[in-house]
T-cell receptor
Framework: GIQVEQSPPDLILQEGANSTLRCNFS?????LQWFHQNPWGQLINLFY???GTKQNGRLSATTVATERYSLLYISSSQTTDSGVYFC?????????FGAGTILRVKS | DTGVSQDPRHKITKRGQNVTFRCDPI?????LYWYRQTLGQGPEFLTY????????KSRLLSDRFSAERPKGSFSTLEIQRTEQGDSAMYLC???????????FGSGTRLTVV
């Protein structure tokens, strides 16, 4: 089945710093989503981005489907950005998740 | 629209007991999914309903697991004869045909002691 790999596995940032999270996937996809899981376990859908670039405030995402990767950019990080970031691709009827990137933003 | 609701938020049970979790999806969503997440891992697919029909089940869903979605509304996930390896976060999500993007509930954290 399709494989989803995320890097880095964990990241520590000083508040105000920028970061880039990467997601590589092993097969062509037409549905890729980025999620943020907060410390209470809630998964929040950040972007649906099968291709191209989208921006939402301090967050933006780019997917290059032909090269099978997606990037999530976080600018001017805040402590509330802490948590785990997952990318997931649709395989049939199910989402296949990567192992996530644990982000800790220090004040 | 109150989002996807899951109940209970936490459940501690003794090994061998049966447990049941409930998920109430967003009302206009016809698709409902159950996922399981263990510590340090991403969520893994368990099963999928379109309306009341269970259309796909993962190999992770052993005979001790059963899920239902009567009338295509809320869903229940039952685990019989729980084992310590069942300890995990159980997540429910819903979506609508033709609309991309899932909405996840807050999950039920199960601890089997």
């Amino acid at each position: 089945g399709i494989q989803v790999e995320q890097s880095p596995p964990d990241l520590i940032l000083q508040e105000g710093a920028n970061s880039t999270l990467r997601c590589n996937f092993s097969d062509s996809v037409n549905n890729l989503q980025w999620f943020h899981q907060n410390p209470w376990g809630q998964l929040i859908n950040l972007f649906y981005i099968p291709s191209g670039t989208k921006q939402n405030g301090r967050l933006s995402a780019t997917t290059v489907a032909t090269e099978r990767y997606s990037l999530l950019y976080i600018s001017s990080s805040q402590t509330t950005d802490s948590g785990v970031y997952f990318c997931a691709v649709l395989a049939g009827n199910k989402l296949v998740f990567g192992a996530g990137t644990i982000l800790r933003v220090k004040s | 629209d109150t989002g996807v609701s899951q109940d209970p938020r936490h459940k501690i049970t003794k090994r061998g007991q049966n447990v049941t979790f409930r998920c109430d999806p967003i009302s206009e969503h016809n698709r409902l999914y159950w996922y399981r997440q263990t510590l340090g891992q991403g969520p893994e697919f368990l099963t999928y309903f379109q309306n009341e029909a269970q259309l796909e089940k993962s190999r992770l869903l052993s005979d001790r697991f059963s899920a239902e979605r009567p009338k295509g509304s809320f869903s229940t996930l039952e685990i019989q004869r729980t084992e310590q390896g069942d300890s995990a976060m159980y997540l429910c999500a819903s979506s609508h045909t033709g609309v991309d993007g899932y909405t996840f509930g807050s999950g039920t954290r199960l601890t089997v002691v």
